[in-house]
């Protein structure tokens, strides 16, 4: 039976949130709840984007018109099944890899490859079972893809011909996250069903070593890792996430700094669901969590909200263009959301400031979290270092109430994220300090 291809024009429209975000469709009410979002670029304006539900896949063509391109696959005709769960690019030709479940045919897991425009599968990887995610990511220097399904298949031709690394076991498999940005033998897996387990190889997948673990379990969707990952050398920037019903604390972002001998819990405030490096900005990161959109200009050490009127928090996953500040964000409520010129402080942030400056926190009032920015100066030539900073909160009584800095920085553009949940609706007193500096600023809380 030949494979049925669905390909509908639709007059696109755009629709603009204020202060950046934009409405990139795809157009039906059905299609507001995107589980995935992926891209691929030839050049700073010539681009595709993916967007997966749970029944079908569109294609946008240069942000002009969305064609709808597969239905959900059983046999050998496209339907609307239990979803799309999976969706990459090739880097190397005019392919892209598709991850398809569902929970009532056998095989109920699909990773196949299939040729732009997708019409079909093709190259299907071996087996089919129902404990397994699907993901794939590919090393951007060489050859070699990594896919999972029913246990760690790894090409070394771009997706020609696999072999089949480790087998799935027990009751949950994890997948595979990302190559080290440094060195693309290393290579990162998810895997376990509570607690969560990060797993590293040095050898690209032949042998695996356990690395991290956390009780947060995982979600029971199918492909919903609770782990996603930024390795850069022995910086590793972990986002972890968790079932809804699950109580565990152990959510939000930590971080190596030493290849995972040790591990930082530096945000703790919601679920977070993809990590991106910002090609635009050298050390900048950015994570889509339960909280909105997350920044880091420090490799992942601190962030800072960056929700820029994001108009809903339901954030499924997180792209950025290679070329230029420009950010794609999938929702479960508002389709995709497109954010440009995210870099607007650029200048600012590689210019370093002449004087220390304590800025007002935003938003102001808050709950429960705010932002609070500071600047700190080069030190003069031949001078000594400004030593320790400071930054403190205190209620009106002059109570320390949260300690957000107490080290020696570098100087530049800093963010810490105060969190207020504990405390009870009122004024309170922020300040910064070193040396002889000083400088004191109010906040407001209300509930």
């Known amino acids: 039976m030949p494979s049925l291809l669905i390909i509908l024009t639709v007059f696109f429209t755009t629709s603009v949130f204020c202060q950046g975000w934009q409405s990139m469709g795809p157009d039906s009410v059905n299609w507001q709840n995107v589980r995935r979002v992926s891209g691929k670029w030839s050049n700073p304006t010539t681009y595709r984007l993916a967007a997966a539900t749970s029944g079908s896949i569109a294609v946008l063509q240069n942000g002009s018109q969305w064609n709808y391109s597969l239905r959900g696959y059983e046999g050998s005709e496209w339907f609307p099944g239990y979803g799309f769960f999976s969706l990459e690019f090739s880097p190397w030709d005019d392919s892209v890899y598709i991850g398809y479940a569902d929970y009532y045919t056998e095989p109920s897991f699909i990773m196949f490859k299939s040729i732009f425009p997708m019409s079909g599968r093709s190259n ?46 027990g009751s949950f498999f994890g997948e595979v996250l990302a190559f080290n940005e440094r060195s693309h033998q290393i290579v990162y897996k998810a895997d376990g069903y509570g607690p969560t387990r990060l797993y590293v190889s040095t050898n690209q997948g032949t042998t695996w070593d ?30 972890v996430k968790s079932s809804f019903g699950d109580p565990s604390s152990d959510i939000g972002v930590f971080r190596s700094s030493n290849g995972g001998v040790a591990w930082s819990h530096v945000y703790a405030n919601g679920r977070v ?50 070329y230029t500040d420009t950010m794609f964000v999938s929702t479960e409520t508002h389709g995709i959301l497109k954010a440009w010129n995210y870099l607007t402080e650029v200048e600012e942030h590689l210019t370093t400031p002449i004087r220390f400056e304590l800025k007002q926190n935003y938003p102001n009032p808050f709950n429960p979290t705010t932002n609070i920015e500071f600047r700190i100066p080069a030190r003069p030539a031949g001078g000594a270092n400004f030593g320790f900073v400071s930054l403190k909160v205190f209620d009106l009584l002059g109570r320390e109430v949260a300690t957000l800095v107490n080290e020696e920085m570098i100087p530049g553009r800093h963010e810490r994220i105060f969190e ?12 910064l300090s070193t040396g002889s500096f000083t400088q004191t600023r109010k906040l407001l809380l209300l509930r």
Request: net charge positive; aromatic share 10%; hydrophobic share 40%.
């Open 210 to 239: 356990s690395l991290f673990s956390v009780s947060a379990t995982f979600p029971f969707h199918l492909n919903d890792t609770p782990l996603s990952v930024f390795a850069l050398g022995d910086t590793i920037v972990l986002g």
């Open 420 to 431: 207020g949940s504990g405390l009870s609706s009122g004024v309170y007193l922020y300040r």
């Open 273 to 322: 669901v993809s990590i991106v490096k910002s090609y635009a900005s050298p050390g900048t990161l950015f994570a889509a969590s339960e909280q909105g959109i997350l920044k880091s200009t420090d490799f992942g050490a601190t962030w800072a909200m960056y929700n820029n009127a994001l108009p809903t928090r339901r954030l499924t996953s997180l792209i950025v263009s290679p």
């Open 124 to 169: 299907r990887l071996p087996g089919g079972c129902w404990i397994t995610p699907l993901s794939v990511i590919f090393s951007p220097n060489d050859s070699v893809v990594f896919a999972t399904e029913c246990g760690i298949h790894r090409s070394t031709n771009r997706g020609s011909s696999w072999t089949l690394l480790q087998r799935a076991s």
